[in-house]
Each structure stands twice: as structure tokens, then as C-alpha cells.
């Protein structure tokens, strides 16, 4: 299945507005002074989103707000060389989807899907072993982010425990938790795996704002 295509809001940069690649994103972001961009799987996501404040999607000031200033001492915030993922379910269609973005770039480092017939758990967890297998082949050490408590129980205990069937529409997502499970069983990794804190620190980059 072809790459869908990723458009990237640019905020602050050198030039403004919604960009259809990385790279002429990038031309405007790199080495430029506390660039604010981020990136979408629409078009029509990413103008939505160029038309308001940039705080609605990094950093969200009204999530950030429902925590006491100590409490947001104490969680500190998160470190910007580091992956993030996160994984979607349309519960119209059924599909599924994840993704990982480096956090310091926002780059878009990989997206699989949509996949039919799965849930969300199920991809949060394939995000991560993804992201893992990522950072061997790259030989990054760097921490993964995610926001789901329950896949990282998954990854602690090397095994996708989901309930839901297997069918003849998701027969190819099982064979990628099986794949999954084989590599969390025949690979270490050195890379921290931590939780996204989403109250402190607004919405998960990787997230593919359908909330």
C-alpha cells in the first residue's frame, strides 16, 4: 500500500502556512530560532489547524492548566531527542493506523496503515515494537513516548494481550503482532520507554488529532 501523504503546518518559521512535504517544511523550520510545526494526515486537518492557535495542538494550555504548578514541576518535560507514537482507530470504518515523529524535528519517521478490522491497543502496541526495530537498525539508544499504559504492559510482557478475534479482514494485522512478538522475544533494546504526559504537555506529537 503507497505512503500516505503527510502535510506539515509551519506556525513560526521562516515562512508560514501548510507545506506538503517534509523537506520544504524542514527549509523552513532547521536552524531557525524555537520553530513550531507539526505534521497531519489531511490537508484539510492541516488548514484547520494553521488557522488556529498552535497551543490547541502542541503543548495544549487548557490540558496543561487541569495540573497544579508543582505537579508540573515534578513531571519536568519531555526530552526532545526522542520518538513519539501513537496509533488511531476510526470507529466508523474500523481501520487502523500508527505512526512515530522524532520530537526535536517533528519529522514524520514512519506511518503503516490504514489496516482493517483492529483496535486501538493493537496498534499503540505495534507502534512501539515499530519504533524499537527502528532505532536497532539506526543503532539509536534515544526514549519512545507513548500514551498508552496498555501497550507498554504489552511490551513489558513481550506479548499483545487482546481480546479481540482474528478474522479473514485483519488476518495481516495478526501476522504483524505475531511478527512483533518474535522480535520482542529475540531482541534487547536499550531505549527507555516512557509515558507521554499528555495533561502536562498537551497532545501526544504523534497523535493524528481526531479527538
Not at 176 to 194: H, T
Amino acid at each position: 500500500m503507497a505512503k500516505q501523504p503527510k502535510f506539515y503546518v509551519v506556525w513560526h518559521g521562516r515562512e508560514t502556512g501548510v507545506f506538503d512535504s517534509w523537506e520544504a517544511c524542514k527549509d523552513q523550520t532547521d536552524g531557525f530560532p524555537s520553530p513550531i510545526f507539526k505534521s497531519f494526515s489531511s490537508r484539510e486537518a492541516a488548514e484547520t489547524a494553521y488557522s488556529s492557535d498552535s497551543t490547541y495542538y502542541i503543548g495544549k494550555r487548557s490540558l496543561a492548566n487541569k495540573l497544579p504548578e508543582e505537579k508540573l514541576k515534578q513531571i519536568g518535560t519531555p526530552i526532545g531527542e526522542s520518538i513519539a507514537v501513537d496509533g488511531a482507530w476510526n470507529n466508523i470504518t474500523g481501520l487502523v493506523e500508527y505512526q512515530g515523529v522524532h520530537l526535536n524535528t517533528g519529522e514524520n519517521l514512519f506511518h503503516v496503515g490504514p489496516l482493517e478490522d483492529g483496535t486501538n491497543n493493537i496498534v499503540e502496541f505495534l507502534a512501539i515494537v515499530h519504533a524499537l526495530a527502528l532505532c536497532k537498525q539506526w543503532h539509536w539508544k534515544i526514549p519512545i513516548y507513548s500514551d498508552s499504559k496498555i501497550a507498554l504492559g504489552w511490551i513489558r510482557d513481550k506479548k499483545a494481550k487482546t481480546n479481540h478475534p482474528p478474522s479473514e479482514k485483519n488476518k495481516k494485522l495478526f501476522e504483524m503482532l505475531e511478527r512483533a512478538e518474535k522480535w520482542l522475544d529475540n531482541n534487547i533494546y536499550e531505549n527507555p520507554l516512557l509515558k507521554w504526559e499528555t495533561k502536562a504537555w498537551g497532545e501526544n506529537p504523534a497523535d493524528f488529532g481526531r479527538k
